[in-house]
């Protein structure tokens, strides 16, 4: 089974970088067709996409946070790390990182996720 932890800090800064990683087990991130994502979830809010890097290492992020977000692999480490600067404490939220296969046929593809994180709660404050 495959399993999946994210690990940071829980206290950031107004306008410092927030760098979280999650660290994979049971499953390669370089594995066909796999795709690793962050979803974010504030207080008392749904969640939110942020991005997504592919088994290929393309990335996509969410546009509005596009700016100030990315997202990066260490296939050694089996590790997804998510980078966000300039944070703000609209920023706090609950983390998860997230894995998801692409579905593909001749119609063209689709994708669903089928693995979560437990999450790692974020505090934005001075």
């Known amino acids: 089974q495959v399993q999946l932890q994210e690990s940071g800090p829980g206290q950031v800064k107004p306008s410092q970088t927030l760098s979280l990683t999650c660290t994979v087990s049971?499953?390669?991130?370089?594995?066909?067709?796999?795709?690793w994502s962050w979803i974010r979830q504030p207080p008392g809010k749904g969640l939110e996409y942020m991005g997504v890097?592919?088994?290929?290492?393309?990335?996509y992020y969410s546009p509005s946070l596009k700016s100030r977000t990315s997202i990066s692999r260490d296939t050694a480490k089996n590790q997804v790390t998510l980078h966000l600067r300039s944070v703000s404490p609209e920023a706090t939220a609950v983390y998860y990182c997230?894995?998801?296969?692409?579905?593909?046929?001749?119609?063209?593809?689709?994708?669903?996720?089928?693995?979560w994180g437990q999450g790692t709660q974020v505090t934005v404050s001075s």
């Open positions: 997230t894995r998801g296969k692409f579905y593909c046929s001749s119609n063209g593809c689709a994708d669903g996720t089928d693995s």
């Open positions: 049971g499953g390669s991130i370089t594995a066909d067709y796999f795709y």
């Open positions: 890097i592919a088994f290929s290492g393309t990335t």
